[in-house]
């Protein structure tokens, strides 16, 4: 059963080396440390961890792509590195020393409810107390200078979001609309929604926050923290 | 390895060693900083710009009035005591060819002696040696104090100022001066003319490939104005691509009048080169 839930962004400026002498993002590094210890809180036995990426699947540990991203360290061939999302949750992992079990799964970021509810159906309903870390950024597309310019309708899809996960609102995030979401550049809807499903599955959300939400590059940010129970 | 005042740079680290001229005629400053105050002011202004080292001088590289050792001493020596004790961090150079006006600066709290004229004076090097100082070794083409290039001519520029300035280092190492201190410099338009600092320049990667630290002195000076046809006083862009070269090729010390602006270019080529991390990245990472 899903015991409790970490919810992160992944943008490559969470790994430390590549944002040069400032390190820029240290707040919401801080705030995802913050959340994977309320996680870690909830007894797991096992970390799973769900981000978006191109196509849906589970993925072997394999290096963290930095140097694809202008950082030091080896180059990796890309196809045989973490994708973004699970690449920034293995180095989050690590920072806060983890040592439960971790299983790897995307899901492609245009994933329809099918596929969306089969991987749930996967995560849930297992006999071990299962810790869930999401991986999903919102819209890109917050201010004439984010990397999508600026789409007005962001900061309603955004506050949606960030109301479901700060009151554990599972069918909230289930009716996030595709299609808005690929448009807006938020790129955690997919993950999200994976998350209610199994949620849904298992039990119930008791207590629900929101650790940090904001947008200092044009791009939402929001950790959150579902602690469950089954139903 | 470079070590100044007892600290140690690694080949990757530049330093600005910024021009104070206690002098009336130098061809930049033409006096600004003759007076104490004015000069002081300028130590300040260079510290708060970021700059290493200063290099304190009485006496200007071309041809003027005569100036002796007495006069260079009242000029140079109480006033490095007064930087040093204004600025107890600070490394305070002197350039002078002279080993009685080594040997007081030294004593008044100099740490390197910049011997702009490449050894005319034997004795520079072992006040170094004897007073724990640093020492640049310039080539000149053994040529006079204060003598403009007429028709030099060299075999091989480069292969000149190597054998020149490698032979002064190993010298001074030889009486004593530390080998991390001893450092060694082209000195552009010093016996050349603008082919031949145009071609040290281009070539300054075989000069660090001696293992020596390299200085290079480039700022406003004429091979920059004759490379781009411009007076005194229009030729920062030039000296500063000059200086973008000679950082890539890996100098390690720039004498500089404008310390700010060389800071910048030396920053901006380090991280070129990959040997410091640019200051905030966040352009396509978020």
Redesign the interface.
Same mark, same amino acid.
């Given at each position: 059963m899903i015991v409790g839930t970490a919810v992160c962004p992944h &943008? &490559?400026?969470l790994l430390r080396e590549?944002? %040069?002498?400032?390190d820029?993002a240290a707040p919401l590094r801080e705030a995802c440390h913050g959340a994977l210890a309320e996680l870690a809180a909830t007894a797991p036995d096992r970390l799973i961890v769900v981000g978006g990426g191109t196509s849906t699947g589970e993925h072997n540990d394999a290096p963290v792509p930095a140097r694809a991203? %202008?950082g030091d360290g080896p180059r990796v061939a890309q196809a045989e590195a973490l994708p973004l999302s699970l690449a920034v949750a293995r180095r989050l992992l690590d920072e806060t020393g983890n040592e439960l079990p971790v299983e790897l799964h995307t899901v492609a970021r245009d994933a329809d409810a099918g596929e969306v509810a089969a991987l749930a159906a996967r995560l849930a309903g297992r006999g071990e107390r299962v810790g869930l870390m999401v991986m999903g950024d919102g819209s890109?597309r917050r201010g004439v200078k984010?990397?999508g310019h600026l789409d007005e309708r962001s900061f309603a899809f955004d506050d949606t979001v960030h109301r479901a996960v700060s009151e554990g609102d599972t069918a909230a995030l289930a009716g996030l609309d595709a299609g808005l979401a690929e448009e807006l550049m938020a790129a955690g809807r997919a993950a999200w929604q994976v998350m209610a499903a199994a949620v849904e599955l298992d039990g119930v959300p008791v207590r629900a926050g929101v650790r940090y939400a904001d947008d &200092?590059? %044009?791009?939402q940010y929001l950790v959150g923290v579902w602690t469950c129970e089954s139903s | 390895m470079l070590r100044l005042r007892g600290r140690d740079y690694g080949a990757d680290t530049s330093l600005v060693m910024a021009i104070v001229n206690r002098t009336t005629d130098s061809f930049y400053d033409k006096g600004a900083t003759w007076a104490e105050g004015p000069a002081l002011e300028r130590v300040r202004k260079v510290v708060d710009e970021g700059a290493d080292i200063v290099d304190i001088g009485g006496i200007k590289a071309a041809p003027g009035e005569e100036i002796d050792a007495d006069e260079e001493k009242r000029r140079v020596v109480d006033f490095v005591a007064a930087v040093r004790a204004e600025f107890p961090d600070l490394i305070i150079s002197v350039d002078t060819w002279r080993a009685t006006v080594g040997e007081a600066v030294c004593e008044a709290g100099a740490d390197l002696l910049n011997d702009a004229w490449g050894g005319h004076d034997p004795g520079l090097a072992e006040v170094a040696a004897e007073q724990g100082a640093a020492l640049v070794c310039t080539h000149t083409g053994g040529v006079t104090p204060r003598t403009r290039p007429h028709r030099v001519a060299y075999d091989d520029v480069v292969r000149d100022a190597i054998d020149s300035t490698v032979a002064q280092a190993e010298r001074a190492v030889a009486l004593g001066v530390d080998p991390a201190s001893a450092i060694i410099d082209p000195a552009h338009d010093f016996g050349k003319n603008t082919w031949h600092s145009l071609e040290l320049t281009r070539r300054l990667d075989e000069m660090v490939a001696t293992g020596w630290p390299v200085l290079v002195s480039l700022s406003n000076k004429d091979f920059v104005g004759e490379s781009l046809d411009l007076p005194v006083g229009e030729r920062l862009t030039g000296t500063l691509a000059a200086t973008a070269v000679s950082a890539w090729h890996g100098a390690q010390v720039y004498r500089v009048h404008e310390v700010a602006e060389t800071r910048q270019v030396l920053d901006m080529v380090a991280s070129i080169r990959g040997v410091r991390p640019p200051a905030r990245t966040v352009r396509g990472l978020a």
């Open positions: &943008p &490559p400026l590549l944002t %040069g002498g400032e820029v991203y %202008g890109a984010a990397p &200092p590059f %044009g791009v | -």
